[in-house]
């Protein structure tokens, strides 16, 4: 039988405890914060989101949490004075999610709500990710970057991966970091 | 007789498709089997889930290249999201989308599989005449000086004046334009990869080359005539909508070391070794930023290689120590892989075009397995060990002294937090560095060993000809097979073994009209005592990993069913209050 070298069997082992014992930690926090507000409560917390005509995966709550998270990663600056609700970066991934397996949809679906509820799961605050300011959804998002928790990096890899692909693609973008476009795209304009 | 390519997202497909050989992948292992058998009178289907995305369909665009030329539309990564995993899904395989580079397997590794392993064919005197000849495949040559851009020039200078040793790589381009976007598709062509020198060759000599077809089980694989279960896809290669059946009597797997062996899992074929030993040489990019613009994105990505620091021959492991290479992408797949999102990312972002960045090419030893579940999810389960951490930090001090020596005003090394090294001093502080599970944006692009070629059962998933343990002629001619890194990058050397064992197979059929009349071919196989226990079969359902990877998020562990149980309890709690509350939540 082919065997794990013995270093990384207690590694992988160690970092399960770790895990478990992490997740175990959240979950009672999490579940602790759903009692407390109650399903009602969850309700009114997360409100109102205007409907939103011809999507295909997402719902209306899902689609303006995304458009939050696009406002709180790729916000316009000085650096690149181009506003992200320009492109409609949440549509675009309603577009991708529409032609994924139903496992994917629905994993990105429990992340879209995880997002959403993480000021009251993660810091304990009677708000959702839509209705921070800005500045306060920056900084919370950024924690989940830098977070302790492999469960929010992991989720914060995953929408940095999506969003940032698509939108550093959009060519109104590229004057601001410099590129000129795809070189065939150069030499037909010349 | 002259072959084809037949994409049947586009045709009504067959019910059945008949051949002597089939072969499932088109890339440098399955072309190039396809190519040599084909020329020797054969009879060959290929069978190749991405399609033909040729000429001005290679757009140099993030957005539509991953989506089209990459597996799970460039999403695929392990199972805790702590490596992407860069694999092929097009005409042509990883040949397509690599960064040409031309590493023969070095003398050191294969002594070493020879010595350790029992490879005998891969001992450097009689393994030399294939990888010549992969050479000749590949057109390789030193890329020229004037293809070397400034941002391997500034790595060059760097190493240099620490007196580091390096070189100018070899390639596989002809007529290369220095366009830019090698790792998004060529599109002048300028690649001999699979789909410019064994594919036309292969369909000269008859070869059937099926597009958008994905095999998700060979059944009947210790009979003579085995069947391949085929899903055809649609033509944006996301949905299956069709299936049909091809028939063969040999089969030859060369999906790469990921998908072959999730086939054959798939499928319940072969032993306990299958999936196992998986190395996936993770690599960490490393930023170095200058005052002047160094337009990376034009030129060859990738033309210079410090190699001081590499061992060819380590005893224990074969290929060791570490290698830094010059690399650039285009945008969208840069920002990926900076480490921060916000004002602090998009700062980051606007010197893009003053970037000169490499990859720290850090070679593992095997310790990753591909899993597939009853449900038929593909898993890549990856323990980064201890001693490639240990290397990885010593190539992350070394890589930011050569770029701040060439002059860069800082090293940003993209780890959670960020790491920016300012001075020869600061780069100690790469010493600290973690390497958390997801906390570093490691990408593999040369998966290895998930079906080990062995001498004996006992040791491996394969023999020494590459036919799977337990079936009758399914075999595996990719890197699959290798037993540890076959080299900093594996195109020439799995070219090199694909020539290898199609030329044992065509010696064993050479002067009979059938293939059965060679008991070589159809050794004799152990009996059933002798033979390890089947996998159940997994379920037909097709597996992703996940487009974004986001797949793993609700398998980080079984320890986070308690986490995504109460974010399924949100959802539903919140939908079904939604309803009765007539959606005006």
């Not at chain 1, 065997?3 to 979950?27: D, Q, V």
């Not at chain 1, 458009?67 to 409609?88: G, R």
């Not at chain 2, 060759?201 to 089980?217: E, F, M």
């Not at chain 2, 949905?239 to 040999?250: C, Y």
């Amino acid at each position: 039988m082919p065997s794990t070298p013995p270093e990384e069997s207690a590694r992988e082992g160690l970092f399960s405890f770790l895990s478990r014992r992490r997740f175990l930690k959240a979950g009672v926090v999490a579940g602790g914060a759903i009692l407390g507000v109650g399903g009602g409560g969850l309700l009114a917390l997360r409100g109102h989101a205007p409907s939103v005509k011809g999507l295909r995966a997402l719902d209306a709550h899902e689609y303006r949490t995304l458009q939050s998270l696009v406002e709180a990663m790729l916000p316009k600056t000085d650096a690149v004075p181009i506003d992200p609700a320009s492109m409609d970066l949440p549509r675009a991934f309603d577009a991708f999610l529409a032609d994924e397996p139903k496992h994917n949809v629905e994993d990105l679906q429990k992340a879209l709500v995880l997002i959403e509820f993480g000021p009251l799961v993660f810091e304990g605050r009677l708000t959702t990710f839509s209705r921070l300011a800005p500045a306060e959804r920056a900084e919370h998002w950024r924690a989940w970057a830098l977070s302790d928790n492999l469960l929010r990096r992991q989720v914060s890899i995953a929408m940095r991966k999506f969003l940032n692909l698509v939108y550093f693609d959009h060519q109104e973008v590229w004057p601001y970091i410099g590129y000129p476009g795809p070189s065939m795209m150069r030499s037909t304009a010349r | 007789m002259s072959g084809s390519i037949i994409d049947l997202s586009r045709q009504a497909p067959p019910d059945r498709i008949a051949a002597e050989v089939c072969i499932i992948g088109s890339g440098c292992g399955g072309g190039t089997a396809a190519r040599l058998l084909a020329e020797a009178g054969h009879e060959v289907v290929v069978l190749e889930e991405g399609r033909d995305v040729i000429g001005a369909e290679r757009t140099q665009r993030d957005g539509a290249m991953y989506d089209q030329l990459y597996m799970d539309r460039g999403g695929r990564a392990t199972h805790d999201l702590s490596v992407s995993v860069l694999q092929g899904r097009v005409l042509g395989g990883g040949g397509v989308i690599n960064a040409s580079d031309v590493v023969p397997a070095p003398e050191g590794v294969l002594r070493h599989w020879a010595a350790k392993f029992g490879l005998e064919d891969f001992a450097p005197e009689r393994f030399q005449v294939f990888q010549e000849a992969a050479l000749d495949d590949l057109s390789a040559s030193r890329i020229p000086e004037e293809l070397v851009n400034l941002a391997n020039d500034k790595l060059r200078q760097g190493a240099t004046a620490l007196g580091l040793r390096g070189e100018v790589m070899r390639h596989n381009r002809v007529g290369c334009r220095g366009l830019g976007t090698c790792l998004i598709g060529c599109p002048v062509h300028a690649k001999r990869s699979p789909r410019m020198v064994a594919l036309p060759h292969a369909i000269r000599a008859g070869a059937r080359i099926y597009t958008r077809t994905r095999a998700v089980k060979i059944d009947k694989a210790s009979e003579e005539l085995k069947e391949i279960k085929v899903r055809v896809l649609d033509p944006g290669g996301y949905h299956e909508h069709a299936e049909l059946t091809v028939r063969a009597r040999i089969v030859i797997v060369a999906a790469n070391a990921i998908a072959s062996a999730q086939l054959l899992l798939r499928s319940g074929v072969g032993n306990d070794h299958v999936g196992r030993n998986l190395t996936l040489q993770p690599q960490l990019p490393i930023i170095g930023i200058f005052d002047e613009r160094i337009a990376a994105f034009d030129g060859v990505p990738q033309s210079y290689a410090v190699t001081e620091f590499e061992e060819e021959d380590n005893a224990e492991y074969g290929l060791w120590g570490y290698r830094i290479e010059g690399i650039m992408g285009t945008p969208g797949i840069v920002s990926t892989l900076l480490p921060l999102s916000g004002a602090e990312g998009m700062r980051a972002m606007a010197q893009y075009d003053r970037m000169a960045a490499s990859l720290l090419l850090v070679p593992d030893a095997p310790s990753g397995q591909v899993q597939v579940a009853r449900s038929g999810r593909l898993t890549i389960r990856y323990a980064q060990r201890r001693d490639h951490q240990e290397r990885l930090r010593h190539a992350v001090e070394n890589a930011a002294k050569i770029y701040l020596e060439a002059g860069a005003k800082e090293v940003l090394v993209p780890t959670l937090p960020p790491l920016t090294i300012r001075t020869a001093g600061d780069a100690r502080r790469a010493r600290e560095l973690g390497f958390e599970p997801a906390t570093a944006p490691l990408i593999s692009a040369h998966q290895q060993g998930t079906v080990r070629f062995a001498a004996h059962e006992r040791d491996g998933g394969a023999d020494l000809d590459g036919r799977v343990y337990g079936t009758r002629d399914v075999y595996v001619f990719d890197s699959s097979g290798f037993p540890t890194s076959a080299s900093s990058h594996t195109m020439t050397p799995i070219i090199a073994a694909s020539r290898m064992l199609t030329s044992k197979l065509l010696t064993r059929t050479q002067d009979a009209d059938s293939p059965a009349a060679h008991p070589r071919m159809y050794a004799a196989r152990p009996s059933s005592s002798q033979r390890p226990p089947r996998r159940p079969e997994a379920p037909m359902i097709e597996s992703f990993q996940g487009a974004l990877g986001l797949a793993c998020v609700t398998r980080a562990g079984h320890s986070s069913s308690t986490w995504m149980d109460c974010v399924g309890h949100i959802m539903h709690a919140s939908r079904t209050l939604s309803s009765r509350s007539g959606g005006m939540a």
